[in-house]
């Protein structure tokens, strides 16, 4: 049994999340609160799995009271967060203070994404509780970064075999990406575009964040943008993103299409186009997160000669998504993220 305790100083929000997380048999929640000194008392005693934790809330906000977890008391941390660019700035930092993962909190008896929001929050929650809390990259405030020292290839290799970079990455993803781009060098020989599962409020404040602790350039990515060395972009949330390989340059296209498609973005569909368009060109990475996207496209990608690496199971907060290309056996490398962007600089000359 995975106990849970939910805190949010809305009295709708406390029994709408709990009431969808307990129509799993194997959830419980045992507690609520409605404030973060309410939470911070009633976490002590049930010792849950798993907290929900709103940001908003009078007396103590979400923000101190997951600081006070986290010190205390680490736990997996799922926050409730509105989909608004506020909403993704105060998300973002509590996913830098150790929250693995966020819903939204607009839930309503009448929406129609309730019955998507009621799996996604059942699934996240089985998800994290299955492992230990550990430290994890965390994504410090952009202003207090200090540029950690590039990684820089081994020796002079001349031109890279391999020129684009497809990431791909879900639930404890922002930590991780940011430890990645914050190591590559300034002269970094390769593009990279990202698949990282986010609603639309979220990729454009990840992109900006990105683009203050990086010395590549990271911009939210638009139908037009060139793909060259040194720029990364992140697929907007709510679509698509593929490469289309021109005669003498890369163009990127964002798309609603398909729009069957479970995840938006998603890290399959990103790979396959990148597969189709450069081929033995790419490198694809794929790194925490829940389920498997991302399987089918590396395995498009192997086909053309690319090359995958997956990030290791103990550096993982849901080792979902890597272990489905390790499990297929097409990772070539299997990484911490650690010592991720001095794997990816090696992998474009391999």
Do not use: W
């Amino acid at each position: 049994m995975i106990n849970v305790v939910v805190i949010d100083d809305s009295a709708f929000m406390r029994k709408a999340i709990s009431t969808m997380l307990e129509k799993d048999p194997g959830i419980k929640v045992v507690a609520t609160a409605r404030d973060g000194e309410e939470g911070l008392t009633v976490i002590r005693k049930h010792n849950p799995d798993v907290i929900t934790l709103d940001i908003e809330m009078p007396k103590m906000d979400g923000l101190t009271a997951l600081r006070h977890i986290m010190m205390e008391m680490p736990k997996p941390v799922i926050m409730v967060s509105s989909l608004t660019t506020e909403g993704a700035e105060s998300t973002l930092k509590a996913m830098d203070l150790g929250a693995v993962d966020f819903i939204p909190k607009q839930l309503s008896k009448v929406s129609l994404d309730i019955v998507k929001i009621e799996t996604d929050l059942i699934s996240k929650v089985k998800s994290v509780a299955r492992r230990r809390m550990r430290p994890v990259p965390r994504m410090r405030p952009a202003s207090t970064v200090a540029r950690r020292p590039a990684v820089t290839p081994r020796g002079n290799r001349g031109r890279p075999k391999r020129d684009v970079v497809m990431i791909g990455v879900s639930t404890g993803g922002p930590p991780a990406v940011q430890k990645i781009l914050s190591s590559l060098p300034k002269d970094f020989p390769a593009g990279i575009v990202i698949a990282q599962h986010m609603p639309k409020a979220f990729t454009g404040p990840f992109a900006n964040r990105l683009n203050s602790v990086s010395q590549l350039t990271v911009k939210e990515a638009e139908t037009g943008d060139r793909l060259v060395p040194g720029c990364v972009f992140v697929a907007p949330g709510g679509s698509h993103l593929i490469i289309d390989q021109k005669i003498s340059r890369i163009e990127l296209i964002v798309t609603p299409e398909p729009s069957e498609s479970l995840y938006k973005p998603s890290a399959n569909v990103l790979a396959t186009s990148v597969a189709n368009a450069v081929g033995r060109r790419a490198l694809g990475v794929i790194l925490t997160g829940m389920g498997n996207d991302g399987r089918d496209g590396i395995r498009d990608l192997k086909s053309k000669g690319g090359r995958a690496i997956a990030q290791s199971d103990s550096s993982c907060v849901v080792y979902g998504m890597p272990k489905a290309i390790v499990d297929d056996g097409l990772a070539d490398e299997i990484v911490d993220i650690d010592d991720m962007a001095e794997a990816i600089i090696n992998n474009l000359y391999l």
